[in-house]
Nanobody
Framework: QVQLVESGGGLVQPGGSLELSCTVS????????MGWYRQAPGKERELVAR???????RYEDAAKGRFTISSDHAKGLVTLQMNSLKPEDTAVYYC???????????????WGQGTQVTVSS
């Protein structure tokens, strides 16, 4: 049974930094994507950043220049370094992965349970 386990959320002042981490728990053949989405109250879940196994990355416009994603697909690890945080970054952040689990014939989408990030003075 594959699960994504997140850590690192919390309360931070505007201008501060946080690092989110996510680990794949369980056995898998390969990972295509790992990344982060977020959902603010009353809004839809949106992509923050993701990384393909090739190393290519995609960032939400608001995250560019402030957030950095890094990943070790072989180990099932992904981190999101968030700098210069703003109140509008407040949301529940979800780890995401598209991977092929041991015993599966194709890739599937997996989500973490979510971790709260609150940016407030």
């Amino acid at each position: 049974q594959v699960q994504l386990v997140e850590s690192g959320g919390g309360l931070v002042q505007p201008g501060g930094s946080l690092e989110l981490s996510c680990t794949v728990s369980g056995s898998f053949y390969s990972i295509n994507y790992m990344g982060w989405y977020r959902q603010a109250p009353g809004k839809e879940r949106e992509l923050v950043a993701r990384m393909h196994k090739s190393g290519s990355t995609r960032y939400e416009d608001a995250a560019k220049g402030r957030f950095t994603i890094s990943s070790d697909h072989a180990k099932g690890l992904v981190t999101l370094q968030m700098n210069s945080l703003k109140p509008e970054d407040t949301a529940v952040y979800y780890c995401y992965s598209e991977l092929t689990a041991i015993g599966s014939w194709s890739s599937d989408h997996y989500w973490g349970q979510g971790t709260q990030v609150t940016v407030s003075s």
